[in-house]
């Protein structure tokens, strides 16, 4: 029982990273219908610029960690804001009336430029960085075996459910939320009425990229140490849960991160831990069978 439930809060962390990185997808996709493949590696950018800001920090002498934090997520998502709407404004705008396929291959390519920019400029090997947030709770000792929860994990689930709560009232009252509430429905008919489309879309993706720095700052105070490569793979990972969910859901992402997350860690403390992603894409796919929408999706409604 104790090893289950170690297992559960440390399924339910990594779930709440990979759920803030999906809401980024199904933002987009819910208003120009277009997968952002080149989301993960915004994360990855993210979580670079919070490395950064970190050393910058500690030579310049902020060595008090809540106001630190503060600092690096203010700078971490401001300018992985900025180069969400550079990659919008660059590499999608131009594309977004064009046949579906070819904003399909810029976000690919994208995704690869990004990759190798941060290869080049910071290098392939991996960077560390020594623990900030430290120290946890024992909830309940069986035997030898304690459960233990972090405050790294504290700190992970608490800003989850207050970004998802924030950007809920963004999106339900805000005069930006109707606004894209009114180009998810039809963009023709949201700049008939008075919408600037230009301009809901790049908020759409600075939101995002925002809420991807917030998930990279996470990713590198859990595990300590990113690389050039985490954007690939946490993309995936996070794209299948905004489909797990409901591509196009916000409270669907969010579920659909915190199944993945469970799903690979269970299957990693239970089985082998080669088998943790054939686990998870295959839940996938069983799900679809069953729900083609995912399992808070909406099903189509062709106009005619």
Request: charged share 10%; glycine share 10%; proline share 3%.
């Amino acid at each position: 029982m104790a090893y289950f439930l170690q297992q559960l809060i440390n399924g339910i962390a990594l779930g709440s990273i990979y759920g803030l990185i999906a809401i980024g997808y199904t933002m987009v996709y819910g208003i120009i219908g277009m997968i952002n493949f080149a989301h993960g590696d915004i994360f990855m950018v993210g979580a670079f610029i919070a490395l950064i800001a970190f050393l910058l920090l500690l030579s310049l002498g902020v060595t008090l960690v809540p106001v630190a934090l503060f600092l690096v997520l203010v700078i971490a998502m401001a300018l992985t804001a900025v180069w969400g709407w550079t990659v919008e404004r660059i590499a999608y705008r131009p594309l977004r009336e064009s046949f579906r396929l070819a904003p399909l291959i810029t976000a690919i390519g994208m995704s690869i430029i990004l990759q190798n920019f941060v290869q080049v400029s910071q290098g392939a090997r991996v960077k560390p960085l020594q623990p900030v947030v430290t120290g946890g709770y024992e909830l309940f000792k069986q035997g030898d075996f304690a459960v233990i929860l972090s405050n790294i994990q504290i700190l992970i689930v608490v800003t989850t459910v207050v970004l998802m709560g924030a950007f809920w009232l963004i999106i339900a009252r805000t005069p930006l939320g109707r606004a894209q509430r009114a180009c998810e429905q039809d963009r023709l008919m949201a700049a008939l009425s008075g919408v600037n489309v230009d301009r809901t879309i790049s908020l759409t993706f600075v939101m995002g990229a925002a809420l991807a720095a917030v998930a990279g700052l996470l990713y590198l105070l859990y595990y300590g140490v990113i690389d050039f490569y985490i954007g690939f793979v946490a993309g995936i990972k996070a794209f299948t849960a905004a489909v797990f969910g409901g591509i196009g859901s916000l409270p669907g992402a969010m579920l659909g991160g915190l199944v993945i997350g469970l799903i690979e860690t269970f299957w990693s403390a239970y089985f082998t831990i080669e088998y943790k992603d054939v686990a998870a894409f295959s839940m996938l796919a069983i799900v679809l069978i069953f729900f083609p929408t995912g399992l808070l999706g909406r099903p189509e409604v062709e106009k005619v």
